[in-house]
């Protein structure tokens, strides 16, 4: 059976383009008659805004978009992520690395995504231990439900990347390859701006023997400066008395043209008229699409 989540971390309310990936990754699977599951990315703490999480809860009931099984949290599977990191070592992928982050932007060369670690403690540590990395080779190459073919060259683009810090504490690669596994997730439908993470992602599930889901990334909300939705470029959180009108907004942003009729509709009537317009089929290939004016203005 097909199986889809949504995994929002708790550093603040839900905004436009949460619902934009709640809502994509729920009808990607519901139309398939699969099982939608939530986790809560609670794993950096100190990111945790106290009574978040209560208020995505409420946000995703008001919109009608119901979770399957009990809600999973990062932060109660340690054990989990632990396992993960020693299967790695017991697998000689993995090595102690003193090197920080200000240090690689200072020498390394540059690449897509930052600096490219250079391997410099592949062969032994001279300094304090910061993080473990993961021994990168190869080139990677997947589908993706929208944007086609995507391929990197791990190694020579990105280079080794870190899976835990010296105290194992997991990073976001190897916490969410981690977590697919344990959830049974099939598909993975959220941003386009984790469309890179993907590559690390994939090499880590290949190198635990995880059965690779499939993944699809949708548009990403931006502001008037062309800034995607966050925290920190102030986006405005949803509103509890406009759930009908965001719904309906979300459904326009997924390029399903719902009827001015159902603008104002029930939630519940918004979503079985999404199921019936089969998927995601109609969603344009772009990596960012403007937030909606009617949210803008919030």
């Known amino acids: 059976m097909p199986v889809g989540r949504f995994a929002p971390t708790?550093?603040?309310d839900l905004h436009f383009g949460s619902l934009v990936g709640a809502l994509g990754s729920y009808l990607s699977v519901k139309v398939k008659g699969g099982i939608w599951r939530l986790r809560i990315d609670d794993l950096?703490?100190?990111?945790?805004?106290?009574?978040?999480?209560?208020?995505?809860?409420?946000?995703?009931?008001?919109?009608?978009?119901?979770?399957?099984?009990?809600?999973?949290?990062?932060?109660?599977?340690?054990?989990?992520?632990?396992?993960?990191?020693?299967?790695?070592e017991a697998q000689g992928w993995i090595y102690p690395c003193s090197c920080s982050r200000k240090?690689?932007?200072?020498?390394?060369?540059?690449?897509?995504?930052?600096?490219?670690?250079?391997?410099?403690?592949?062969?032994?540590?001279?300094?304090?231990?910061?993080?473990?990395?993961?021994?990168?080779q190869g080139r990677i190459t997947w589908e993706d439900g929208l944007y086609g073919t995507q391929a990197l060259d791990l190694n020579t683009e990105v280079g080794d990347f870190p899976v835990c810090r010296f105290d194992r504490l997991p990073s976001y690669h190897l916490a969410t390859v981690v977590d697919e596994g344990l959830d049974g997730i099939t598909e993975v439908v959220r941003g386009a701006d984790l469309l890179t993470s993907t590559f690390r992602q994939l090499y880590l599930l290949d190198r635990l023997g995880q059965t690779r889901?499939?993944?699809?990334?949708?548009?990403?909300?931006?502001?008037?400066?062309?800034?995607?939705?966050?925290?920190?470029t102030l986006a405005p959180g949803l509103k509890p008395e406009q759930a009908s009108l965001e719904l309906w907004l979300g459904l326009r942003f997924l390029d399903l043209n719902p009827p001015l009729s159902l603008r104002a509709a029930p939630v519940k009537e918004q979503l079985v008229w999404g199921l019936t317009q089969g998927g995601l089929g109609a969603l344009r290939p772009v990596k960012t699409k403007p937030l909606p004016p009617e949210v803008a203005g919030n």
């Not at 999973?72 to 599977?77: D, F, T």
């Open 10 to 12: 708790p550093s603040g």
């Open 44 to 88: 950096d703490q100190p990111r945790v805004v106290p009574g978040a999480v209560d208020r995505i809860l409420v946000a995703l009931e008001q919109l009608g978009l119901e979770w399957d099984g009990p809600v999973l949290y990062q932060s109660a599977r340690l054990g989990a992520y632990r396992a993960g990191i020693e299967a790695l």
């Open 103 to 136: 240090d690689l932007s200072a020498t390394a060369p540059q690449g897509p995504e930052g600096p490219i670690y250079p391997g410099t403690c592949r062969t032994g540590m001279a300094g304090t231990l910061r993080s473990y990395r993961v021994r990168t």
């Open 213 to 232: 889901p499939a993944y699809l990334h949708l548009p990403v909300a931006v502001n008037a400066q062309g800034e995607k939705l966050s925290k920190q």
